[in-house]
């Protein structure tokens, strides 16, 4: 089974930048898709991004297109979210996710979520 623990969360002003990561570790998973999506406070979690298991697929929410990146580098299994222009509303709990296919994750019923990592991003 798929395990994944996120990192690079914190503290940002308006405008700025953040590199989230998500490391997988498990027998399958180089071969899953994964993804992000988040939860604000009072808010149900929302999908931000997902990248199929070779790269070449990428989805994102509207909310982040443009200002928001997606990638990965499957001989370290882990996953990367750059996310610039950060916004006062981009503040919440982000959560790695990991599924057979991009659409399972954007639909937010992916195979494993991770623990999540607070991003804030002040005014």
């Known amino acids: 089974q798929v395990q994944l623990v996120e990192s690079g969360g914190g503290l940002v002003q308006a405008g700025g930048s953040l590199r989230l990561s998500c490391v997988a570790s498990?027998?399958?998973?180089?071969?899953?898709?994964m993804g992000w999506s988040r939860q604000a406070p009072g808010k149900e979690r929302e999908f931000v991004a997902a990248?199929?298991?070779?790269?070449?697929?990428?989805n994102y929410a509207d909310s982040v297109k443009g200002r928001f990146t997606i990638s990965r580098d499957n001989a370290k299994n882990t996953a990367y979210l750059q996310m610039n222009s950060l916004k006062p509303e981009d503040t919440a709990v982000y959560y790695c996710?990991?599924?057979?296919?991009?659409?399972?994750?954007?639909?937010?019923?992916?195979?494993?979520w991770g623990r999540g990592t607070q991003v804030t991003v002040s005014s």
């Open positions: 498990g027998r399958t998973a180089g071969t899953h898709a």
């Open positions: 990248i199929n298991w070779t790269g070449g697929i990428t």
């Open positions: 996710a990991a599924a057979v296919g991009t659409a399972k994750i954007a639909m937010g019923t992916p195979s494993k």
